[in-house]
């Protein structure tokens, strides 16, 4: 295991206000993908490296948060590229990773996401996140979709696929690939850290159905099904994963990560031996034969969400949200935390992925 700290010195601060390279034409676009096991359609984004035209659209921009550019239904560059798919962090969505997903797609990367029914924004109930079953079936009939379909099929190299996952989606990325979590250590977790966010969620007693918010009972995690959360589940077409504060630490099986045949990369947000316990995962890399952890000091877990817009911490004070979406932990601003990011992710997917470009 390779552990690092990233804590980037003045002269790497200096170095990112010199141009950067000219981003590749990054096409996006939508697609439906059926869920046997939902009973359902997921909602699914691809990014793609693409030619010029299609529409200029903004991916993800609202009143709190800055949108990523992509030219919508353009074109594909023809060629094979590996496919990375993404599990998005709790109560959030894949649109929020579209800043990542528009990297790796103008570095060569065949980009996919669903948005996770019942843990997704405005559509995010305490009794659905636990369910990291459902998360792992949703990214393998992505990549079941996208290999069977003959367009997407050309230009996918489906002996390169890798995962990427924020928050409650690293749990998901890492369960994909054999990792299992014990209900038991979850349940202990909450009770010895009720102050923790996914705690708070369990037992705050509200949740969002059709973007309203509603009352519901508070969720005991003694309640949730023990045989389907402890499950183990194995994509083997997923060869590479990079866990981002991954959710679930706490809980899961130290043992089940040494039978992990893949490269596994965990980043942490913030300073080694300061993370929260419930995303703290230098134990899960000592513990698998093929993992690195690597940090970045002066930055917060929901860094990782987009730039917010310049008036957005006033706004959320309008009207009372309390999380610090926009705060991160430093003197470098989120973008350039991202570009940090950026170049960590697409590296350890080229490492490990061949990616061409």
Known sequence: MKIQSLFLPLVLTLAVTTPAKAQEPVGVREISVNSKARGEDLTVLVWYPAKPGGEAVLIGDDRIFEGTPALADAARVEGMYPLIVLSHGSGASVE?????ASELAGEGFIVAGPNHPGTTSGD???EDTPKLWQRT???????????ADPDWSASIDRGNIGALGFSLGGAAVLESVGATASLEAYVNYCDTNPQMPDCQWFMGGRAFVDREEIKVEPLDLRTVDKVLFEQKSHDARIKSVIAVDPALAAA???QSFAGVGVPLHFLNLGVAGQIDVGVRSAHLAAAAPDADLDHIEDAVHFSFLPVCKEDAIAFMKSIGETDSLCTDGGGRSRAELHDQMAKMIVEGFREDLKAAN
């Not at 929020?96 to 990542?100: H, Q």
């Not at 079936?137 to 290999?147: A, F, H, P, T």
Request: aromatic share 10%; no cysteine.
């Open 124 to 126: 995010s109930t305490p």
């Open 96 to 100: 929020k990773m579209a800043w990542i």
């Open 252 to 254: 899961f099986q130290e």
């Open 137 to 147: 079936d949703d990214l393998s009939v992505v990549i079941d979709k996208l290999i």
